[in-house]
């Protein structure tokens, strides 16, 4: 983990809504992509984070997020399409989700198989974004 005054800040967010993906620019010059299901697992939330003990949130496959709210200078409270809103996204949750999103993603796989659970949306959906 990176301490907050190493942390660089968020230039700039780019969703795309059709790829799933949050494009992240970060002060430092570096860029990254974020999948919205990589972002949606890992909330800062208590929800997820369970006071120490982490949910494991399972059939985001598909999830998507539906708006992105400024909080201040050093976070972004992110809307997923399923309904859940908590959770504030730091400039350093955002940059350690970045920099160890191979790690934290082969983990999340070993947990869902661990666990027999799924990535797969429990009911096949069709979600049309209207511009």
């Known amino acids: 983990m990176t301490p907050q005054s190493d942390t660089p800040k968020v230039k700039g967010l780019k969703l795309k ?44 496959k598909n999830v998507n997020i539906n708006a992105i709210t400024p909080v201040g200078n ?11 809103d908590t959770g504030l996204y730091s400039w350093k949750v955002l940059y350690d989700l970045a920099t160890n999103q191979v790690d934290l993603w082969e983990n999340y796989l070993a947990r869902l198989r661990a666990a027999k659970a799924s990535r797969e949306p429990l009911i096949d959906m069709a979600v049309k974004y209207h511009t």
Do not use: M, W
């Open 74 to 84: 050093y976070a972004v409270k992110l809307v997923f399409d399923d309904g859940h």
């Open 17 to 60: 809504r059709k790829s799933r993906q949050l494009e992240i620019s970060f002060d430092n010059g570096q860029q990254f992509t974020l999948s919205c299901e990589l972002l949606r697992v890992y909330s800062p939330s208590a929800e997820v984070h369970g006071h120490g003990n982490p949910v494991l949130v399972t059939h985001k």
